[in-house]
């Protein structure tokens, strides 16, 4: 990186950083630090929100998502909208008519304390992981990509979350998020736009789809009915429905940015905001992987995207066979190059043979995978405890060796502004439930309100500590992406299905829902270790063998 790029980095994030310091400084109540005085608009917590979800690892791993595997991810969102609608207008208007804190704060008002605490534990042990993953993530690929030290790019990322979260709670979450995506979204629309311009000199946008769309990049929807199939529409809309009703509605990270509103409006309109954008933003993203596949078709890409892979086998003195398999990848790619201009020139021209060229260009395209695939097993062959997947070194290998330097360091910018805004979100509402559900609610309930700000702020600083030591501790085997909704499945569809009995099946009591829970949590850990099922319908098996389980113990229960 050039100094310019380093310049553009840390005034970035020094200014999010500092902001974010000097506008929340002040706190003097738990409201003001656990809810920002309910004072937030619509525009604030709708970004808050959706910074919340968008980690840097939407931003390194969903383009590689799209680069190696196409659109289909997508289908991952499209419950998001359904479900964002039934928090608005059910779970919200409840949390602000009880004036709660937190979501499991509900649980003890509907069943008993037991119940709270094991829905508080579940959400402590899910997000306090992915909070780790969250800022390991991005450090492992920018330390690898960067020549940068792991260890201090984790500590970078981890102690400016702590500085500012410690210092203003959830409005400096909430109001350092506003930058943090306005940065992001700039920053992945530039990089868009560069992409355009260097495939300009050999096809146009559409002429790009059309080879995209040869090679089977855009296809969106898959409405295939098996069960093993990651993404389908079918999982899609009742698993990721499931997902995101789980996530908005009772994960705290998210439930707490929208109880900052000033009125229930306000946060309503925050969460229509992300109905409305969210899927257009995670389209955008991937089809900008699909692009720089692309792009790949007519520049030249490296056999293997993570560079560190081909020096451990060049250091295993396996140079020959990696050379050779270099040079016949080098081959195969000039072959798939004139087979894409050969097929765009027979689609300008409406000749007869577009699909005898559309054939080749498959055939070599997939001949050169199958060489990308001989160096993973080369790479496995010299060391089998490294990760082969490359697809998270994809965009930020394109980054840092085509984009001009100034928007390599707001790329760069971007990802790091993308770890700190869900950072700080997880470990402020890790402490906030910490607080509020163990440390008030059964070791210290008598304390003054100063006791509880203070304990807030320690505990932001454990939480950050454990998370920066989850970090160190992470090791991925994973698309990163995929790894977190993986992570959130096997909780969120248990913690959901405790909610929904709480809102709607009235006769059931808490002893009867707190051994479903447990029940349901593990069978889901089992079939997640010993079945093939696609883990989006974790969410809803979770979910329903909670409600149902509940009400079956309870009518035992009864006639006992």
Same mark, same amino acid.
């Given at each position: 990186?050039?100094?310019?790029?380093?310049?553009?980095?840390?005034?970035?994030?020094?200014?999010?950083?500092?902001?974010?310091?000097?506008? *929340?400084?002040?706190?003097?109540?738990?409201?003001?630090?656990?809810?920002?005085?309910?004072?937030?608009?619509?525009?604030?917590?709708?970004?808050?929100?959706?910074?919340?979800?968008?980690? &840097?690892?939407?931003?390194?791993?969903?383009?590689?998502?799209?680069?190696?595997?196409?659109?289909?991810?997508? !289908?991952?969102?499209?419950?998001?909208?359904?479900?964002?609608?039934?928090?608005?207008?059910?779970?919200?208007?409840?949390?602000?008519?009880?004036?709660?804190?937190?979501?499991?704060?509900?649980?003890?008002?509907?069943?008993?304390?037991?119940?709270?605490?094991?829905?508080?534990?579940?959400?402590?042990?899910?997000?306090?992981? &992915?909070?780790?993953? *969250?800022?390991?993530?991005?450090?492992?690929?920018?330390?690898?990509?960067?020549?940068?030290?792991?260890?201090?790019?984790?500590?970078?990322?981890?102690?400016?979350?702590?500085?500012?979260?410690?210092?203003?709670?959830?409005?400096?979450?909430?109001?350092?998020?506003?930058?943090?995506?306005?940065?992001?979204?700039?920053?992945?629309?530039?990089?868009?736009?560069?992409?355009?311009?260097?495939?300009?000199?050999?096809?146009?946008?559409?002429?790009?789809?059309?080879?995209?769309?040869?090679?089977?990049? %855009?296809?969106?929807?898959?409405?295939?009915?098996?069960?093993?199939?990651?993404?389908?529409?079918?999982?899609?809309?009742?698993?990721?429905?499931?997902?995101?009703?789980?996530?908005?509605?009772?994960?705290?990270?998210?439930?707490?940015?929208?109880?900052?509103?000033?009125?229930?409006?306000?946060?309503?309109?925050? %969460? #229509?905001?992300?109905?409305?954008?969210?899927?257009?933003?995670?389209?955008?993203?991937?089809?900008?992987?699909?692009?720089?596949?692309?792009?790949?078709?007519?520049?030249?890409?490296?056999?293997?995207?993570?560079?560190?892979?081909?020096?451990?086998?060049?250091? &295993?003195?396996? *140079?020959?066979?990696?050379?050779?398999?270099?040079?016949?990848?080098?081959?195969?790619?000039?072959?798939?190059?004139?087979?894409?201009?050969?097929?765009?020139?027979?689609?300008?021209?409406?000749?007869?043979?577009? !699909?005898?060229?559309?054939?080749?260009?498959?055939?070599?395209?997939?001949?050169?995978?199958?060489?990308?695939?001989?160096?993973?097993?080369?790479?496995?062959?010299?060391?089998?405890?490294?990760?082969?997947?490359?697809?998270?070194?994809?965009?930020?290998?394109?980054?840092?060796?085509?984009?001009?330097?100034?928007?390599?360091?707001?790329?760069?910018?971007?990802?790091?502004?993308? $770890?700190?805004?869900?950072?700080?979100?997880?470990?402020?509402?890790?402490?906030?439930? *910490?607080?509020?559900?163990?440390?008030?609610?059964?070791?210290?309930?008598?304390?003054?309100?100063?006791?509880?700000?203070?304990?807030?702020?320690?505990?932001?600083?454990?939480?950050?500590? %454990?998370?920066?030591?989850? &970090?160190?501790?992470?090791?991925?085997?994973?698309?990163?992406?995929? #790894?977190?909704?993986?992570?959130?499945?096997?909780?969120?569809?248990?913690?959901?299905?405790?909610?929904?009995? $709480?809102?709607?099946?009235?006769?059931?009591?808490?002893?009867?829902?707190?051994?479903?829970?447990?029940?349901? !949590?593990?069978?889901?850990?089992?079939?997640?270790?010993?079945?093939?099922?696609?883990?989006?319908?974790?969410?809803?098996?979770?979910?329903?063998?909670?409600? %149902?389980?509940? #009400?079956?113990?309870?009518?035992?229960?009864?006639?006992?």
């Amino acid at each position: 990186m050039h100094f310019l790029d380093f310049l553009v980095l840390f005034g970035t994030l020094g200014f999010i950083v500092g902001y974010g310091v000097w506008k *929340t400084k002040g706190n003097r109540n738990i409201e003001g630090y656990l809810l920002g005085d309910k004072s937030m608009k619509w525009g604030t917590i709708g970004l808050s929100v959706m910074a919340t979800q968008a980690s &840097a690892i939407t931003f390194i791993s969903t383009p590689g998502q799209g680069y190696e595997s196409g659109m289909g991810f997508v !289908q991952n969102y499209f419950g998001l909208p359904i479900a964002l609608i039934i928090v608005a207008f059910v779970f919200i208007p409840l949390y602000y008519k009880l004036n709660v804190y937190t979501a499991y704060e509900f649980l003890e008002k509907r069943f008993d304390q037991k119940t709270r605490l094991l829905g508080a534990f579940l959400f402590m042990v899910q997000r306090g992981l &992915a909070a780790g993953i *969250t800022i390991y993530a991005p450090a492992i690929i920018l330390s690898t990509i960067l020549v940068w030290d792991l260890s201090w790019t984790i500590l970078l990322v981890g102690i400016l979350v702590i500085i500012y979260t410690v210092s203003g709670g959830t409005k400096a979450v909430s109001l350092t998020q506003k930058y943090q995506m306005a940065v992001i979204l700039i920053g992945m629309v530039m990089a868009f736009f560069y992409i355009l311009d260097y495939l300009s000199p050999f096809v146009s946008f559409t002429g790009a789809l059309e080879i995209a769309g040869r090679l089977n990049k %855009l296809n969106a929807v898959d409405f295939s009915l098996n069960f093993e199939t990651r993404y389908t529409v079918w999982s899609g809309v009742l698993g990721g429905l499931f997902l995101a009703l789980s996530y908005f509605g009772t994960d705290q990270s998210q439930v707490q940015r929208y109880l900052g509103g000033k009125n229930t409006t306000e946060s309503k309109m925050g %969460l #229509m905001f992300n109905a409305i954008l969210k899927i257009p933003m995670q389209f955008f993203i991937l089809l900008t992987g699909v692009l720089i596949y692309v792009f790949y078709v007519f520049y030249q890409p490296p056999v293997h995207f993570n560079n560190a892979s081909l020096e451990t086998v060049k250091g &295993a003195g396996k *140079t020959i066979e990696l050379n050779q398999i270099k040079s016949d990848h080098d081959d195969l790619i000039e072959k798939r190059k004139q087979s894409a201009l050969d097929y765009r020139d027979a689609l300008k021209k409406g000749d007869g043979n577009i !699909q005898q060229v559309g054939d080749e260009l498959i055939e070599n395209a997939a001949a050169v995978d199958s060489k990308r695939d001989e160096m993973k097993t080369l790479i496995s062959s010299v060391d089998g405890a490294i990760k082969t997947k490359d697809s998270d070194y994809v965009f930020l290998t394109f980054i840092l060796n085509y984009l001009p330097h100034g928007l390599i360091g707001l790329l760069i910018a971007v990802i790091f502004s993308a $770890a700190m805004s869900s950072t700080s979100s997880e470990i402020n509402a890790l402490a906030s439930t *910490t607080v509020v559900d163990f440390y008030k609610n059964i070791i210290n309930t008598k304390a003054s309100d100063k006791n509880y700000l203070n304990a807030s702020k320690w505990l932001t600083v454990l939480w950050g500590g %454990l998370a920066i030591a989850f &970090a160190f501790m992470a090791h991925l085997s994973e698309n990163l992406i995929e #790894m977190v909704n993986i992570l959130g499945s096997i909780f969120y569809g248990n913690i959901l299905g405790i909610f929904l009995v $709480a809102f709607f099946v009235k006769h059931v009591k808490g002893n009867a829902v707190f051994i479903a829970a447990i029940v349901s !949590q593990i069978t889901i850990f089992l079939l997640f270790l010993f079945t093939d099922i696609g883990y989006l319908w974790f969410n809803v098996i979770g979910c329903v063998m909670t409600i %149902l389980l509940s #009400m079956l113990l309870q009518s035992m229960l009864k006639k006992q």
